[in-house]
């Protein structure tokens, strides 16, 4: 970290990355624990899935306004703001589940109020990622800019893979499986005096904006904020429709291949607790669903950060392989009946979602010209977040039904992408 940026000492660097790698941990680490929640407090399986609906609802409805309020408040005020809506919605929903675990309230109770103090992540925590990425860009250099940017962007992405990796050791004996909403607490508090203790307030030596950071969820690292996006001397941007004929392909590509893998996400869970017979012993349960959860993450990864690069991918060949890969993995996922199988085939969906999204994301960006990158980057954006707010819900209400019926539809999404995209993504040609 230390040669990362001439502007920002390697301490200071540090706390940024742990201010983003938390948020994206937390939220991953429940993930692969409240199905087994609710399948011990004998929940509805959608309620739990629209607990996570409803604070991707609030993270796209509000990062929005944090990432304008960091330019008027401070970046660092916004940072602090982001980890105590982390850290109080990590602690409050720990407590109640606790109690809840525990026979001292009713479970109608418990997840009113769960979903009630999700809030304050979904709310707050937004305002984290975009003031982490604007202070960056006021306090570094031009030349080294994109790649301070880059190291905290992939904190976001790393934190998905650690947060299921790590939740089953933390349900610990006295609190059980409301023990990683505790842990994940304590760790945020600590950033968060790390925060106050060891980065200066804002004076920013460039003028810059940051990105709206997508909802942190199991499906790998966001894509980097470009130094384009923080460059003072950009032109006006323009206002980019949303029927303009050289982004809506990609734009319809995002949304159907985005609404399969966040009901790929949203039904894994409840598919490992009835595929291995876990409901009576739901701790066994959020132990293999973080495995295989970890799984997943890992084969975005290596799809983001090694076979794109490796093989040079172009958008156009990224999508139509990442869907077909996909669509492949979520027939094997469903019609698994092992632990082995399960995870195989959610990774090998994985690997395919982990090619799709960036190519949809470059096809969107290479279809138009410079001056209208700020209006397609938003499209994109929206595109990405929409996907998790009725998706799962619906997965899971199909998956209730018949299993099958849910791996279907999603498989139905991404083959349709396959076929249409054939035509209707055009050769990848730069735009001027």
């Not at 980019?240 to 985005?258: E, Q, S």
């Not at 539809?409 to 076929?419: K, P, S």
Request: charged share 10%.
């Amino acid at each position: 970290m230390a040669t990362t940026s001439h502007s920002i000492p390697s301490d200071r660097m540090a706390v940024l990355f742990a201010v983003m790698l938390v948020a994206a941990a937390g939220n991953t680490a429940m993930q692969s624990i409240l199905p087994a929640i609710g399948a011990k407090l004998h929940i509805p399986d959608v309620w739990v899935s629209l607990a996570f609906s409803w604070s991707a609802l609030l993270w796209v409805l509000t990062a929005p306004h944090w990432a304008r309020q960091s330019d008027k408040r401070g970046r660092k005020a916004l940072m602090a703001l982001g980890v105590v809506g982390f850290l109080s919605s990590m602690a409050l929903c720990g407590l109640v589940l606790w109690a809840g675990l525990n026979g001292l309230i009713g479970a109608g109770i418990t997840f009113v109020a769960f979903a009630l103090f999700r809030s304050l992540y979904g709310g707050l925590g937004s305002a984290s990622p975009p003031a982490v990425q604007a202070y960056v860009a006021s306090r570094t250099d031009p030349a080294q800019r994109t790649q301070a940017l880059s190291l905290v962007s992939s904190s976001f992405g790393l934190g998905t893979v650690i947060g299921p990796a790590v939740a089953p050791y933390f349900i610990l004996p006295v609190v059980g499986l409301a023990g990683p909403m505790f842990v994940f607490a304590l760790i945020g508090l600590i950033v968060l005096v790390m925060l106050r203790w060891r980065l200066p307030n804002d004076t920013p030596r460039f003028a810059a904006r940051g990105a709206i950071a997508p909802y942190p969820l199991s499906a790998g690292p966001a894509e980097p904020t470009g130094e384009e996006e923080n460059e003072p001397d950009a032109p006006a941007q323009e206002v980019l429709g949303w029927r303009d004929g050289r982004v809506r392909p990609w734009l319809l590509a995002g949304f159907f291949g985005g609404q399969a893998q966040a009901m790929m996400l949203g039904v894994i869970g409840f598919l490992i607790l009835d595929r291995l017979h876990l409901r009576p012993t739901p701790e066994i349960g959020a132990d293999i669903t973080g495995t295989v959860l970890m799984s997943g993450a890992v084969a975005t990864l290596l799809a983001q950060w090694g076979l794109i690069p490796l093989f040079k991918l172009t958008p156009r060949s990224t999508v139509l392989w990442g869907a077909t890969l996909a669509g492949v993995g979520i027939l094997m996922t469903g019609l698994a009946q092992d632990q082995h199988a399960i995870t195989i085939g959610f990774a090998t969906g994985s690997l395919g979602f982990g090619l799709f999204r960036p190519g949809f994301t470059a096809g969107a960006s290479l279809s138009v010209p410079r001056r209208d990158q700020g209006s397609v980057a938003g499209m994109t954006a929206s595109i990405n977040g929409s996907a998790y707010i009725v998706s799962p819900a619906i997965g899971v209400l199909l998956y209730n039904w018949h299993p099958m019926a849910a791996y279907s539809l999603m498989a139905g999404f991404c083959g349709w992408l396959v076929v249409w995209g054939w035509s209707a993504l055009k050769q990848d040609q730069p735009a001027t």
